[in-house]
């Protein structure tokens, strides 16, 4: 794919090479390009549902598999209404204040398909904190908590490190945190350390389930009822996963200074080469670790581990070596596998190891790419504004501390932005009685106490999931 995009294009052709139609031309690509991103992202959606579903008890089914649909839901209204607004709208470098309900959209920086790629984003945030608190939240509290992480707390982060005017965005025209702005790519971050921390207050706050740990504080193993399904999801997940990082760079096709139509191609074929090597780096990782410590070689923990390699990859996925994205996996698994022991003697309890996953995995993802990131890569994605040659990379490449330091303040800024604002919300929600569900019920199920059924069918013939809705009323 060597050479300009006009040569590419007109070559043995009879197109006329103005200016209008190349831009046009253009145009429309990069418009398909985002447009089938934001579908391989949305099925990432499908890949969190099948995940949820076998991660939990059979009982529980129909709920988590209700909550992943409601959370694209409410995220399409929600986003649309206010998040895409804070996000992406004129600020003073906090909070976007303009685009309420795509109003102005779409326009010279921004078409309907991009928002379609920043809500199937916004919606995975939603998905990812909802694994930390399945099995024992009150249907009402995902509503609500969905709608404000979605539509509110998401979006500031967002905007802060994606958006031209964020306080803390590589793409600002000046003033740039410690000379560079925080590099997160994909949302690590963003996307990752969001739900992840949103998460961890949510169980925090509801506390373990019943069961998970017995009179003595130690750990009741409550595996989830479909390894299958765990299967199916982490496969979906990997394929949208692709979308996720390699979709991030919004245009297939550029204009440069000199006003020549060059290609991402290179760019979008390394990114999806270091989310492939971290991913699966990570994968044996876990394998060989988990064997060496418990004596087996467990599918589930591995399926974790490639998750986790994923997530940790997002952020400097563009930015980074191949070879550096092998280091990226190599790390991200013990640190998946070091913070779910941590949380085993803490007695936190999270079905999903969505906290320690997203969360733990996001925070090194970012570090990552403070330390990896090569010169020539960062010039090339971000390219350097008022005249620079270059811009600050990697410490261990010989960049010096001012990247490592823009991502630092990353991390302390997204945990604490949602320290505070989802803490307040669920402890709000559990001091009125609205977060969790009651001893019985939990017991019962939330299929059957909650949602009016179970999600299989068990009962002998004749007997209907209607009679043991009944039964269960009846006690």
Same mark, same amino acid.
Request: contains cysteine.
């Given at each position: 794919?060597?050479?300009?995009?006009?040569?590419?294009?007109?070559?043995?052709?009879?197109?006329?090479?103005?200016?209008?139609?190349?831009?046009?031309?253009?145009?429309?690509?990069?418009?398909?390009?985002?447009?089938?991103?934001?579908?391989?992202?949305?099925?990432?959606?499908?890949?969190?549902?099948?995940?949820?579903?076998?991660?939990?008890?059979?009982?529980?089914?129909?709920?988590?598999?209700?909550?992943?649909? @409601? $959370?694209? /839901?409410?995220? &399409? #209204?929600?986003?649309?209404?206010? %998040?895409? *607004?804070?996000?992406? +709208?004129?600020?003073?470098?906090?909070?976007?204040?303009?685009?309420?309900?795509?109003?102005?959209?779409?326009?010279?920086?921004?078409?309907?398909?991009?928002?379609?790629?920043?809500?199937?984003?916004?919606?995975?945030?939603?998905?990812?904190?909802?694994?930390?608190?399945?099995?024992?939240?009150?249907?009402?509290?995902?509503?609500?908590?969905?709608?404000?992480?979605?539509?509110?707390?998401?979006?500031?982060?967002?905007?802060?490190?994606?958006?031209?005017?964020?306080?803390?965005?590589?793409?600002?025209?000046?003033?740039?945190?410690?000379?560079?702005?925080? @590099? $997160?790519? /994909?949302?690590? &971050? #963003?996307?990752?350390?969001?739900? %992840?921390? *949103?998460?961890?207050? +949510?169980?925090?706050?509801?506390?373990?389930?019943?069961?998970?740990?017995?009179?003595?504080?130690?750990?009741?193993?409550?595996?989830?009822?479909?390894?299958?399904?765990?299967?199916?999801?982490?496969?979906?997940?990997?394929?949208?996963?692709?979308?996720?990082?390699?979709?991030?760079?919004?245009?297939?096709?550029?204009?440069?200074?000199?006003?020549?139509?060059?290609?991402?191609?290179?760019?979008?074929?390394?990114?999806?080469?270091?989310?492939?090597?971290?991913?699966?780096?990570?994968?044996?990782?876990?394998?060989?670790?988990?064997?060496?410590?418990?004596?087996?070689?467990? /599918?589930?923990?591995?399926?974790?581990?490639?998750?986790? %390699?994923?997530?940790?990859?997002?952020?400097?996925?563009?930015?980074?070596?191949?070879?550096?994205?092998?280091?990226?996996?190599?790390?991200?698994?013990?640190?998946?596998?070091?913070?779910?022991?941590?949380?085993?003697?803490?007695?936190?309890?999270?079905?999903?190891?969505?906290?320690?996953?997203?969360?733990?995995?996001?925070?090194?993802?970012?570090?990552?790419?403070?330390?990896?990131?090569?010169?020539?890569?960062?010039?090339?994605?971000?390219?350097?504004?008022?005249?620079?040659?270059?811009?600050?990379?990697?410490?261990?490449?010989?960049?010096?501390?001012?990247?490592?330091?823009?991502?630092?303040?990353?991390?302390?800024?997204?945990?604490?932005?949602?320290?505070?604002?989802?803490?307040?919300?669920?402890?709000?929600?559990?001091?009125?009685?609205?977060?969790?569900?009651?001893?019985?019920?939990?017991?019962?199920?939330?299929?059957?106490?909650?949602?009016?059924?179970?999600?299989?069918?068990?009962?002998?013939?004749?007997?209907?999931?209607?009679?043991?809705?009944?039964?269960?009323?009846?006690?």
């Amino acid at each position: 794919m060597g050479g300009t995009f006009e040569s590419l294009l007109m070559s043995g052709s009879s197109i006329n090479g103005t200016v209008d139609s190349m831009t046009a031309i253009q145009d429309a690509i990069n418009a398909v390009y985002l447009l089938f991103s934001a579908y391989l992202v949305f099925s990432m959606q499908l890949g969190f549902a099948m995940l949820c579903a076998g991660s939990v008890r059979a009982k529980n089914t129909m709920n988590i598999m209700l909550t992943n649909v @409601i $959370d694209a /839901a409410i995220g &399409g #209204v929600f986003y649309y209404l206010f %998040g895409f *607004a804070f996000a992406f +709208g004129t600020s003073g470098g906090f909070i976007g204040h303009s685009f309420f309900a795509l109003t102005g959209v779409p326009n010279d920086t921004y078409d309907y398909s991009y928002y379609l790629y920043q809500w199937a984003f916004a919606i995975a945030v939603a998905g990812i904190t909802s694994g930390s608190i399945a099995e024992r939240t009150q249907f009402g509290a995902y509503l609500t908590y969905s709608c404000v992480l979605t539509g509110f707390v998401y979006p500031i982060s967002s905007h802060w490190f994606w958006s031209s005017y964020g306080w803390a965005s590589p793409d600002r025209d000046n003033g740039l945190l410690f000379g560079s702005g925080a @590099i $997160d790519f /994909a949302g690590s &971050g #963003v996307v990752h350390v969001v739900g %992840g921390v *949103a998460g961890l207050c +949510g169980a925090l706050i509801e506390g373990a389930r019943v069961g998970r740990f017995d009179a003595f504080g130690k750990p009741v193993a409550m595996r989830g009822h479909n390894a299958t399904l765990v299967v199916l999801g982490t496969f979906l997940l990997w394929f949208g996963w692709y979308g996720f990082n390699a979709g991030s760079f919004i245009q297939i096709l550029t204009t440069s200074t000199g006003g020549v139509v060059e290609g991402n191609w290179s760019g979008v074929g390394r990114t999806a080469v270091t989310t492939t090597l971290a991913g699966s780096m990570a994968a044996l990782t876990t394998l060989f670790g988990k064997r060496l410590l418990s004596g087996h070689w467990n /599918a589930l923990d591995v399926c974790n581990g490639l998750l986790g %390699g994923f997530v940790a990859i997002t952020s400097g996925c563009s930015v980074v070596d191949p070879w550096a994205a092998i280091v990226c996996g190599f790390v991200a698994a013990w640190v998946l596998i070091g913070f779910n022991a941590l949380a085993l003697r803490l007695r936190f309890d999270d079905p999903l190891e969505a906290a320690q996953l997203h969360g733990g995995c996001g925070v090194w993802g970012v570090i990552f790419t403070g330390l990896f990131a090569a010169e020539n890569h960062m010039v090339e994605v971000y390219p350097p504004a008022n005249g620079d040659t270059t811009r600050p990379f990697g410490l261990l490449m010989g960049g010096g501390w001012r990247l490592l330091g823009a991502q630092v303040v990353e991390v302390l800024a997204i945990v604490g932005w949602v320290t505070v604002t989802m803490g307040p919300l669920f402890y709000a929600l559990h001091k009125m009685d609205l977060l969790r569900i009651g001893r019985e019920e939990e017991t019962a199920g939330m299929d059957i106490s909650s949602h009016g059924g179970f999600a299989y069918d068990h009962s002998l013939p004749g007997e209907g999931s209607s009679r043991r809705y009944l039964d269960y009323l009846q006690k």
